[in-house]
């Protein structure tokens, strides 16, 4: 065979998402030319379209060193480094190419692309749905119009490339770029305001009597202008359909120069891209109903009529997703997104097909990739659906390597280096020790226990109390835990609370001597104190929830008045035992001092 045939061949592997098969066959076409620069170009798009975005780059340079003056090369090259998130070097790509080819359409919606994309990089979450101003959005929107991308902007614009070729003009431009507050000086330029106008996204022309021009010419202008950031969701989709119609008018306008035979070609693939709509609607009726056998066969049928349509794949794929064939869903969507690329898809269509790979690989049992499918849609076009699935997905495999990681074994033998450590006085080592026995075995009530004795030695309270407590949570009945609880307390002052967490360990073993000599020096503690004013040890029992709610009562803050106005009646409230337990409590806390 020919590099021709090869690199037809490799064409028509690459329409049909056969990407390693179109691959193999322009490689073939180079292995025969490899002074062809549009071979390289073909295998640079298949790279891409087989999510190898480095390969694809090599080849797009490799199109450019060939012929420097092809613009579809610097097109590859653009491409290949947006898709790396290079975006600062995807644009420079893109403004090269306009230098050798202004005003060439592919290079001006790359270099739109990659604006709109690096915007949204900096920006999301909060800039997820602005439009593809690029610079658009700061306090200037002057300044922000003539911003650095000018240039580039105007460059992929047909009609301004006359504009440019001015010098004076271009001389006006930089001007404004340097000191927009100048803008007063050159309106009376109908082409600064023309300019102007893009640039901010409106139409100046039509709103200004120096501009000139009729109602239709306003019309044409105002096709050519991106969306602006403001416009509302309704009126972007509104304006979705009309610049498809435009495009697709473009698309298929006849080249003066056509044979009958391209001419016929042409209007078969319109009539085939008609009648695979068609089939879509099919499908899409079939799938609604849960007819899958038959709703894959119809969109079978839309693409064989026309490959260049993502959708189709992608409706393929939620089909198998639904039937619970995850790899094959997988595949489709990856040929999906290989098509979208080659054929300019939106970010939301592809974006959509990577979030659904991420689906399918979570129930897959994948989670790690799964949250990188998820990032990849994020790229594209970020929504707070995805980045809510990011969030639970990775918590999840959290909790599955947690669950991984448990090892009793293991998880004992560091509890003995933990006890040898600490023996030794090397309380760091001690805690990263019963930490590790910890996550070996989160079950067992122990080793929280001698974490919380390793933490008290450097004077982290909080840390061993809430250790004792998660062993309390484990096994209420662990009598040590109890004890250490008490202990942690009553260094923190905090003798309330001490003197329960000693009398709930005797109530599960009433003669353990720990807990007993707990409640000993804890009364012994409180009694020091009666009569005393402790205001640290106060201020800290009033932080306690316990305590708030006790003073909040509105019996006890009576017995409390009757203490100083009538103590007879207080020592009657006493008699209650709850109430008893109260004011005792409150004592205990230093929050009353009894004389």
Not at 157 to 175: H, I, Q, R, T
Not at 304 to 325: G, I, Y
Not at 386 to 394: D, F, H, P, V
Not at 430 to 449: F, G, L, M
Request: with cysteine.
């Amino acid at each position: 065979m020919s590099a021709q045939e090869w690199k037809d061949k490799g064409n028509a592997a690459l329409k049909a998402g056969d990407f390693e098969e179109a691959i193999s066959s322009y490689t073939k076409a180079i292995d025969l030319d490899p002074s062809n620069h549009v071979f390289f170009s073909n295998r640079s798009a298949a790279h891409l379209s087989n999510d190898n975005a480095e390969q694809a780059l090599a080849d797009a340079e490799s199109c450019i060193k060939v012929n420097g003056s092809w613009a579809k090369g610097f097109t590859r090259k653009g491409a290949a480094l947006h898709k790396l998130k290079r975006y600062e070097e995807a644009a420079e790509a893109y403004e090269e190419g306009l230098e050798t080819s202004p005003g060439d359409a592919a290079l001006g919606r790359g270099l739109q692309d990659v604006l709109k994309a690096k915007s949204a990089a900096s920006k999301a979450p909060a800039a997820g749905g602005m439009g593809g101003m690029g610079g658009m959005g700061g306090n200037n929107p002057i300044a922000n119009a003539f911003g650095s991308d000018m240039m580039a902007r105007l460059a992929a614009e047909p009609k301004f490339v006359p504009y440019l070729a001015d010098p004076s003009f271009v001389a006006k431009l930089k001007m404004l770029q340097q000191d927009p507050n100048n803008m007063q000086m050159h309106l009376s330029d109908p082409r600064i305001m023309e300019v102007f106008g893009f640039l901010l996204g409106i139409d100046l022309k039509g709103m200004s009597a120096g501009a000139g021009g009729d109602e239709k010419d306003g019309q044409d202008q105002m096709r050519d202008i991106p969306t602006p950031p403001q416009a509302t969701p309704q009126a972007q989709a509104e304006a979705k359909p009309a610049e498809k119609e435009q495009e697709e008018e473009n698309e298929e306008k006849a080249d003066p120069d056509e044979s009958e035979e391209e001419a016929a070609a042409r209007k078969k693939r319109k009539a085939d891209q008609a009648a695979a709509l068609v089939a879509k609607k099919k499908g899409n009726e079939l799938y609604s109903a849960k007819n899958f056998p038959e709703a894959l066969e119809a969109y079978g049928q839309a693409i064989e009529l026309d490959n260049t349509n993502m959708s189709f794949l992608s409706n393929r794929a939620a089909v198998f997703f639904e039937q619970k064939e995850y790899e094959a869903c997988i595949a489709e969507c990856k040929k999906a997104v290989g098509v979208g690329r080659v054929n300019r898809a939106g970010f939301a269509d592809i974006g959509k097909a990577y979030a659904r790979m991420a689906k399918a690989s979570s129930r897959m049992g994948d989670k790690s990739q799964a949250i990188a499918y998820l990032e990849d849609a994020q790229m594209e076009m970020y929504t707070k659906e995805n980045e809510r699935l990011i969030k639970t997905l990775q918590l999840e495999a959290r909790k599955e390597a947690a669950a991984k990681y448990v090892d009793p074994e293991k998880a004992l033998e560091a509890k003995e280096r933990g006890n040898e450590q600490f023996r030794a006085g090397q309380w760091a080592l001690a805690i990263s020790e019963y930490e590790e026995a910890v996550k070996r075995d989160p079950t067992n009530a122990a080793y929280r226990n001698n974490l919380a004795a390793a933490l008290t030695k450097i004077g982290d309270f909080n840390a061993a109390k809430a250790a004792c407590e998660k062993a309390l949570e484990l096994d209420s009945k662990y009598v040590k835990a109890w004890a250490k609880k008490g202990d942690i307390e009553f260094f923190m002052k905090e003798y309330h609370k001490a003197l329960d967490s000693y009398k709930m360990g005797l109530t599960v073993e009433p003669n353990n001597s720990l807990c007993v000599d707990g409640v000993r020096k804890t009364t012994v503690k409180i009694n020091e104190g009666s009569g005393k004013a402790d205001s640290e040890r106060a201020a800290h029992a009033m932080a306690d929830p316990e305590i708030q709610m006790i003073l909040t009562d509105p019996v006890v803050r009576q017995v409390l008045n009757d203490f100083k106005d009538n103590p007879k009646e207080a020592r009657k409230a006493l008699g209650n035992a709850d109430m008893r337990a109260k004011i005792d409590k409150l004592v205990a806390a230093g929050v009353v001092q009894v004389a």
